[in-house]
């Protein structure tokens, strides 16, 4: 039988359980672990905006693979006390695929069937919020199944989500998509502990570890 | 031939499992990354075999979409096996990857070919440092059953010889498993046949077994030495003008 810390310990390594995220469960582990930063509260404003409205809403939560978007999700889902998700169905990993001969294109493209060019003006109240990454999304909108996509890809296009320009994830009205990119933060401000933040913005985290 | 070597990598990723029963966490997910799709159907193969004769294959399935075996441990504890063969895609795996499998959170180990990331970043690699299909562990595993097979000493000398080699070739894969599949071979087999001399770059010698150690090794040298020497005349050079050559250094040195 290990010792407690031995298993503690062993819950840091790539191999285990906890290295890979799903919206199923957040244990006290992942809570513990857990630290505020900016990209959250920006989905957190965005969330509310859309949570006022009845309107269909995809959410593109963008970014790199390892950058937190499958925790940030499962965080919000299980383990915040706002329950901003409630509402939403969760696509956490769009690399996935649904059958073994599919790739994660096929499935991307019959899971957003709501949001493809024919459905996604039906106003139906549907919201999805999809963790991707970019490479991942430059991929499925280029894709044959992608053509069906136009509005989306005009979306993407209009809002320059694969441009290295930092620009602010808001809330637009009256659209159906809306993103928050992990690529619009510098990487300190992801290590910044927002409620210390300075008026200046600088990185107090990292401030007070030098 | 490969069939040895897939029973070799059967067998001892059997036996790691095994070793490491007490330790391993529900939801853990393992990866054997092997070279090509052959290798990969190979292994799932010989896995399925040795796990029906030791009674300890068990089923899963994952949804109405894919069945495959488990490697039993115990009544809580089975490892999952999930092969990349009959046109798996990788993102199937990423998807078992980040699955809870069952309500006991089995854990999983990945077997592919792809030389993408996706699939071994999150899992704990075979062929890592400290894991058992690892350069340095594979070394030392075939050193130990050298040792431990009833080998004649020709045949036992040859692989000792031929391990020495790999780890002096300057120019091999070291941590590719297949760069060991002779060996492997021979040792799941348990003697040395005709047709392994080639692969190990030697001349055959049927006379071999009838030598003091010491001088096996030296006829073993002189083997290579000579292979080494045809076979690059063969590749690289002239094979009329090097014959010549031969002939005129043996009549000039009869005793050569």
Do not use: W
């Amino acid at each position: 039988m290990p010792c407690r810390f031995i298993s503690q310990l062993s819950k840091l390594r790539k191999l285990s359980a906890e290295s890979v995220e799903n919206t199923a469960s957040f244990n006290a582990f992942k809570k513990y672990l857990h630290v505020l930063r900016p990209v959250e509260v920006d989905l957190k404003n965005l969330l509310n905006k859309v949570n006022t409205t009845n309107n269909k809403t995809l959410i593109l939560l963008c970014g790199s693979a390892g950058d937190g978007k499958s925790h940030l999700i499962s965080y919000l889902r299980n383990a915040d006390n706002e329950h901003l998700l409630d509402s939403f169905e969760l696509y956490n990993d769009a690399t996935e695929s649904s059958a073994p001969q599919l790739t994660s294109i096929d499935t991307l493209a019959e899971k957003l069937v709501p949001f493809n060019d024919e459905n996604y003006t039906t106003d139906d109240g549907f919201k999805m919020i999809l963790a991707i990454n970019l490479g991942t999304l430059n991929n499925f909108i280029e894709s044959e199944k992608g053509q069906a996509f136009s509005a989306l890809k005009k979306y993407v296009e209009a809002n320059e989500l694969f441009s290295t320009y930092v620009r602010p994830n808001k809330y637009q009205v009256n659209s159906v998509f809306q993103h928050v990119s992990f690529s619009d933060y510098q990487y300190y401000e992801k290590l910044n502990l927002i409620e210390k933040k300075s008026d200046s913005g600088d990185a107090q985290y990292v401030k007070r570890i030098l | 031939m490969l069939n040895e070597f897939y029973k070799y990598i059967a067998n001892n990723t059997i036996s790691f499992f095994q070793s490491r029963s007490p330790v391993i966490r529900p939801g853990e997910r393992y990866c054997l990354r092997l070279d090509t799709e052959e290798m990969v159907k190979g292994v799932d193969l010989a896995l399925r075999e040795k796990t029906t004769i030791d009674g300890i294959q068990g089923q899963f399935q994952y949804g109405s979409v894919y069945s495959t075996f488990t490697i039993k441990m115990s009544a809580d504890l089975e490892i999952v096996v999930a092969s990349k063969i009959n046109g798996m895609t990788d993102d199937f795996l990423a998807t078992l990857r980040n699955a809870e499998l069952t309500a006991k959170r089995f854990p999983i180990l990945m077997i592919t070919h792809s030389p993408i990331d996706t699939i071994t970043s999150g899992t704990g690699d075979l062929a890592a440092n400290g894991m058992p299909f690892h350069a340095a562990s594979i070394i030392a595993k075939i050193k130990d059953d050298i040792r431990a097979t009833e080998l004649s000493p020709a045949d036992r000398i040859l692989l000792e010889k031929e391990l020495e080699r790999k780890q002096g070739d300057r120019f091999s894969d070291k941590s590719s498993l297949f760069e060991y599949s002779n060996l492997l071979t021979v040792l799941g087999r348990g003697y040395v046949e005709k047709s392994d001399f080639a692969a190990f770059d030697l001349l055959y010698d049927d006379s071999l077994s009838s030598f003091s150690e010491e001088k096996i090794r030296g006829r073993l040298e002189k083997n290579h030495a000579i292979f080494e020497h045809i076979d690059r005349i063969f590749r690289h050079g002239n094979i009329a003008d090097a014959l010549e050559k031969e002939k005129a250094k043996r009549s000039s040195d009869p005793c050569n």
